[in-house]
T-cell receptor, first 112, second 115 residues
Framework: GDSVTQMEGPVTLSEEAFLTINCTYT??????LFWYVQYPGEGLQLLLK?????DKGSNKGFEATYRKETTSFHLEKGSVQVSDSAVYFC???????????FGTGTKLQVIP | ETGVTQTPRHLVMGMTNKKSLKCEQH?????MYWYKQSAKKPLELMFV???????ENNSVPSRFSPECPNSSHLFLHLHTLQPEDSALYLC??????????????FGPGTRLTVL
């Protein structure tokens, strides 16, 4: 079945450091890929998405490229801020609403 | 109010209580979802409703009973829960077609504690 694997957290970075959170997936068909972010005490918010191979999703300085050849959708940001501290979830949607798979989440802590 | 709202935000209940969680979406979507989020575990999809009909039930215990009276409202009725049911319960909505799942939008969640 479908699966999403994220790097274990927590990830601790200093402000203005470069961020990479790895995400790889296995899926049948051609899934859409998403990154969601969850701030403390809140629900999940869509951060970015990509619906086909080689698409790049971007938002708020975050980027991720849909790599079909490596089945990856790594999240990157050039310069993190303290306000980026949150839990980040990689997810894939394939074949309709019942085919929704989330990763376990990666906690990011950015220190001043 | 916009987006997806959930009430209550926090709930503490005993194992013999009956309570309900409420979700409302203001996005004009035609599908709604209940998820369970437990520490150290992936998000678990519990129920899916499309056009007010249940289309997915991922082997959820019968002590959880969903209700979708219309496309904007979703309830999760709880009775005789166990302490391991303590978790954050998230509601989401999306616009569906027969073969495509659009982006899911989430509510803030209800933090449930079962004593």
């Amino acid at each position: 079945g479908d699966s999403v694997t994220q790097m274990e957290g927590p990830v601790t970075l200093s402000e203005e450091a470069f961020l990479t959170i790895n995400c790889t997936y296995t899926a049948t068909g051609y899934p859409s890929l998403f990154w969601y972010v969850q701030y403390p005490g809140e629900g999940l918010q869509l951060l970015l998405k990509a619906t086909k191979a080689d698409d790049k999703g971007s938002n708020k300085g975050f980027e991720a490229t849909y790599r079909k050849e490596t089945t990856s959708f790594h999240l990157e940001k050039g310069s993190v801020q303290v306000s980026d501290s949150a839990v980040y979830f990689c997810a894939l949607f394939s074949g309709g609403y019942q085919k929704v798979t989330f990763g376990t989440g990666t906690k990011l802590q950015v220190i001043p | 109010e916009t987006g997806v709202t959930q009430t209550p935000r926090h709930l503490v209940m005993g194992m013999t209580n009956k309570k309900s969680l409420k979700c409302e979406q203001h996005l004009g979507h035609n599908a709604m979802y209940w998820y369970k989020q437990s520490a150290k575990k992936p998000l678990e999809l519990m129920f899916v409703y499309s056009l007010e009909e249940r289309v997915e039930n991922n082997s959820v215990p019968s002590r959880f009973s969903p209700e979708c009276p219309n496309s904007s409202h979703l309830f999760l009725h709880l009775h005789t829960l166990q302490p391991e049911d303590s978790a954050l319960y998230l509601c989401a909505s999306s616009q569906e077609s027969a073969t495509y799942t659009d982006t899911q939008y989430f509510g803030p969640g209800t933090r449930l504690t079962v004593l």
